[in-house]
């Protein structure tokens, strides 16, 4: 129990000045990893590979991807916010997956986890794009998850929401007092779970301690939804 | 009782000569409904919207989408097999949901229904590119659900597998010996639904006794997947 | 489609006089069936067994077992309250169903349909006693019915809740401001779901039209839970 | 990150010397607790609460109930196999979170985890017994920890299976060529959980960094229920 827990693993964590790029790279180093944190966007169908590609050798690969959330209504959603959702949610998703696992198939070791949404799981308004291009991330990820455990590969996700970041609750948006009254009737746990919480989380889940899990969604969401 | 539950209602069924199409039309029929089969292909961006144009006041649309599964590895899945997978069964369902409900909501009544996929709720092996566009599918129905339920407009989705079906399930899959095998060990029905049987519950999803249901998930897979 | 659905099939209903009895009662025979209304308590160990063989050779059995549900916090929760709790809706279901398979067996079909609780599905402040006797029956249903689908039996369950009852939402509760503001903001359906909309589905639930559904659980809680 | 996780946290681990009790108070030790094992059976009404006074003051109680599993047909299933089985899985449960709580909510501070069973989420044949009483728990955590989440007391559960230990997995079953087959066609993973795994993972639901989770139940089971 001397050595931090990630002590010589090299992660990388995309997208890394976003969302959970900046709490998540930190927290990853604090336990001891050497973290690798991509910044290009990925919208692109050349970046995946290439921010794999320059990233050499990875024992993990956090696919943090974030784009502000539309929350236009179902019969307001334009092709183009629903096509920029996915390209910025899904599509990279697949690309990144792609390119990471043959390295880790072929050294019979790796872990990829997807810091995914929670509003995948359960219906809000306004929030249908979203959910989608949220909901393919999860049930992409319980495939590739069992497709790859017999190689000794694990993927799984985090299904978060009501998840202190930049992105999603800035400060404005967390001293609405609409918001803390939402807060506290909707998410059981009655605050924002801590970005350093749900940090540590994936850095348990990057850890050989996580070996075990396989296609698994596991929700960090204060309650939200529980299972 | 004496009334058939559709009698009186006009349905609309997309791609009504593929996957569960040609099932959905004969027992919505027989339950009384008027069922517009509409067979044209749903990739184009202004297919979604001329086919509700087309059928003018409609009660209920049934989603059915399909396209061969791939069956590629995640290491192996091109772009192009993700892009056209998600152009056939992801975005003419937003589309479809975007041109059907402004009329429902209008007169505050009306029911959609997806014929979705419980691949999204279990991981598969070399069903990636599928889960994925099939959890999209799941997770926007979900959302879209509770955004319409106030206006008396209800979105709900069946989630099968394992259920007959000439796309999925044709005559030589269901005759190999291996398959087979397959049914009996992972499905806890030890056979495939019938479409018949599928097609039904559709039905009873389309009556006026489903009034109740919000952006819910049903799974029709003889046990593949229990919630 | 001109005969009822559950014409010709004789189902017996338990405590038919409470919870969703009298609803289930009217609408399975106005589907048809021959409703044997049994209005026995089932405390007794030997009560079960004792309504099976009054009711004869039957076709369906649905399993209608209620007590007011205890509010008190899981620190005041005496083990009378958990022992009447469990008596009443759980170690009755045990005999209940260890009583009617054996004839649903040897005659190859037969439906079982308990009336169970989304309380189980979903965590609720002042409910520990009731979530952990609905969650035994739940998850009893589900391999119960996995372990005599090869039988032709159907063993299922809907999870409800708010739904119409005399049980747990009576004239006075359902009149009550706060009720009215928590069903506004916690069930997206807007509303209770109506007892004939619950009986209405659970008739389903016991008709030929069900033969695939295999332990499945189904939420009837007008989107309190989605799946 | 220099101390141990668990430092200076005194945990309570119930019939410590069977199911996944030894591995638990070795691990959790490994990252720093007191651990108290308390080997009394929790049959009797009266020991949970005097396993908690003779404990003193406690940071975290884990409770690992375990009970040789049934393995009767539902049709088979006597009253006292269901009785012995809630005796020993469901009763103990409610008496030791009641006995539990009261100081950690005094103090503002505390947590519960449940050793339970994925077998309440996933139906199985010959196990209608054990998944009602395991579904029981389950449903009991989901409710108590949204209960009890805002004095800053955490209650969560693992649900387990295919996680090696003596009671359920003694080394004559896993030698079982059947059951060697079992695990390769059932379990994504591929092999059975380790017990050191299951414990590390408990050790980090039991630590300051598990916070935020609030009536969670985790599968722990490679892969054989993904959510």
């Not at 998540?24 to 290009?40: F, K, N, P, R, W």
């Not at 978060?160 to 909707?186: D, G, H, S």
Request: hydrophobic share 50%.
């Amino acid at each position: 129990m001397n050595q931090p827990a990630l002590s010589g693993k090299r992660i990388l964590v995309t997208q890394a000045d976003v969302f959970m790029g900046p709490d998540l790279c930190t927290v990853l180093a604090e336990h001891g990893a050497d973290v690798i944190a991509d910044t290009q966007a990925m919208h692109s169908p050349h970046a995946p590979a290439a921010a794999l590609a320059q990233a050499g050798d990875i024992d993990a690969l956090v696919i943090n991807l974030a784009v502000p959330a539309p929350t236009s209504l179902a019969t307001e959603a334009s092709d183009a916010e629903w096509n920029d959702t996915f390209a910025a949610l899904v599509h990279p998703l697949h690309r990144l997956v792609r390119a990471a696992l043959p390295a880790m198939i072929a050294r019979r070791s790796g872990k990829i986890l997807l810091m995914g949404s929670a509003s995948a799981l359960r219906g809000m308004k306004r929030a249908s794009t979203y959910s989608a291009a949220r909901g393919a991330q999860l049930s992409y990820i319980q495939s590739v998850g069992v497709e790859v455990a017999p190689h000794q590969v694990q993927v799984n996700a985090i299904a978060q929401n009501f998840v202190e970041n930049p992105t999603y609750f800035p400060p404005e948006v967390q001293a609405n007092p609409k918001f803390q009254q939402r807060l506290a009737r909707e998410v059981p746990l009655g605050r924002l779970v801590g970005a350093r919480e749900d940090a540590a989380f994936a850095a348990y889940l990057c850890s050989d301690a996580a070996h075990c899990f396989v296609g698994q969604v596991f929700p960090v969401c204060g309650g939200w939804v529980a299972r």
